[in-house]
């Protein structure tokens, strides 16, 4: 079973403009990864975002994560047409012997129009 | 740096009939993780393994899979028999620090039952 839920599933915008995609979650995390999928191939890590932190950014993109109301945004501003792909977020739990396990999203998936 | 490679890419076999998959991770990474990715959905965890050992497999469909991880390197997983149900994609994953940051994904076999 899948905890991340993701908002919204489906994402179409120009290029140039920003796009904003939310996860939510259940349990407590130690932290939160988003990753990027293109068609056809493996997933690529974006970002990772500590229970502790609220704000990250790296180049173009921005997260947040709300601990209290277990939700995280990505932003990607100034869109290109390269950023289409899936993009799903990942909460990391905490299980035995001192590791942790990533459990995915069902992901959101961006178009970028020319 | 090699990326995590895995093979082969795509696989098309009947049904009941065994297939296997085959993954080399990042030189050096002690984590391994096999995923299973079905159509429009994130990854779900298989099975984890910390060097040779099987840590987290509760997730695995242990009538008719099966994963090893000899000599805490390559992994292989393969299902006997298949069934229609196991199309999807089979995604193989490494770490470095037990998962506590972010892992490094294959590009992932494309497995069709017919």
């Known amino acids: 079973s899948q905890q991340g839920e993701e908002d919204p599933q489906a994402l179409s915008i120009q290029e140039g403009e920003n796009a904003t995609m939310n996860c939510s979650y259940k349990?407590?995390?130690?932290?939160l990864q988003w990753y990027r999928q293109n068609s056809g191939r493996g997933l690529v890590h974006l970002i990772l975002?500590?229970?502790?932190?609220r704000e990250k950014h790296s180049g173009r993109l921005r997260v947040t994560l709300d601990t209290s109301k277990k939700s995280s945004s990505l932003l990607i501003t100034a869109s290109r047409a390269a950023d289409t792909a899936s993009y799903f977020c990942?909460?990391?739990?905490?299980?035995?012997?001192?590791?942790?396990?990533?459990?995915f999203g069902q992901g959101t998936r961006l178009t970028i129009n020319p | 740096e090699a990326g995590v490679v895995q093979s082969p890419r795509y696989k098309i076999i009947e049904k009941k009939q065994p297939v296997a998959f085959w993954c080399n991770p990042i030189?050096?990474?002690?984590?391994l993780y096999w995923y299973l990715q079905n159509l429009g959905q994130g990854p779900e965890l298989l099975i984890r393994?910390?060097?040779?050992?099987?840590?987290?497999d509760s997730q695995l469909p242990k009538d008719r899979f099966s994963a090893e991880r000899l000599k805490g390197v390559d992994s292989t997983l393969k299902i006997q028999p298949a069934e229609l149900g196991d199309s999807a994609v089979y995604l193989c994953?490494?770490?470095?620090?037990?998962?506590?940051?972010?892992?490094?994904f294959g590009p992932g076999t494309r497995l069709t039952v017919l």
């Open positions: 393994y910390e060097n040779e050992e099987a840590v987290d």
């Open positions: 030189s050096g990474h002690n984590t």
């Open positions: 975002i500590r229970s502790n932190e």
């Open positions: 349990t407590s995390i130690n932290n």
């Open positions: 994953a490494s770490s470095s620090d037990r998962g506590y940051n972010e892992q490094f």
């Open positions: 990942a909460t990391a739990q905490r299980v035995g012997q001192g590791a942790q396990k990533l459990v």
